[in-house]
């Protein structure tokens, strides 16, 4: 087997190992968010509520390796799909002008800390073939990697105003398509749960593969 295959090999293992962790913790989680208990709770804190899960995908969000799945799948089994939808969007208005800003002002290694050398590969790959366009594509499918492309795009000369713009206007498109398609899913089910998680990942593989078919090509055509 050569290296790239045992590349592959790995790649393979480590997404059914993620599949099946999250499988299991979707499982456990199911009885407790469905809970009477954990329903009034939920009552009980209001607004706060809805703002908790809106940090919480903010955070996730810059700081890249924490994972926001849980928060939008909790918002979506206590508020519905279109309110977390919602909060989904606002949260990325608020952590993509974060990250862009953080790019701007303090560079490579603060973004390195935030993120990590692996997800910091990511963003310089996005940075070769950054620009209008590309955020375009990326804030229509690239939600899944929404924070390296805030980070790559502040990577580069675009100017805040057109990049908050852009994403204001493009992230909006695939929040209210997927807030409609999956209106009548049940969040407390564990196959409307996976059903979620794959569509997020099949899109943003396909986008992520096709970023670095053209990434490869721009590559062999300048050497």
Known sequence: MNKRNK??????????????????ALKWL???????????????????GPLIIIFY????????????LPGVLLGASIYGIAK??????????????????????????WVMK???????????DFVQVSGVKLLIIGRLFGFAVFEIISYAAGFTNMKFKTYFIITVIFSAIPAAIFGYAFKSVDFLSLSGQILWIGAILIIGAVFVFMVKRYIDKEKLKNN
Do not use: C
């Not at 995908?57 to 926001?68: E, F, K, N, T, Y």
């Open 7 to 24: 590349t592959k090999f790995w790649q393979v293992g480590k997404l059914l190992i993620i599949i099946i962790v999250l499988s299991l």
């Open 30 to 48: 199911l009885p407790v968010m469905s809970s009477d208990e954990f329903r009034a709770f939920t009552e009980n804190i209001g607004v706060f």
């Open 57 to 68: 995908v903010v955070v996730s969000h810059i700081v890249a390796p924490l994972a926001g």
């Open 84 to 109: 977390t939808v919602l909060f989904l969007y606002i949260a990325g208005l608020i952590s993509g002008s974060i990250s862009f800003w953080i790019s701007k002002k303090f560079g490579r290694q």
């Open 114 to 124: 935030l993120v990590g050398r692996k997800t910091m590969k990511q963003v310089d």
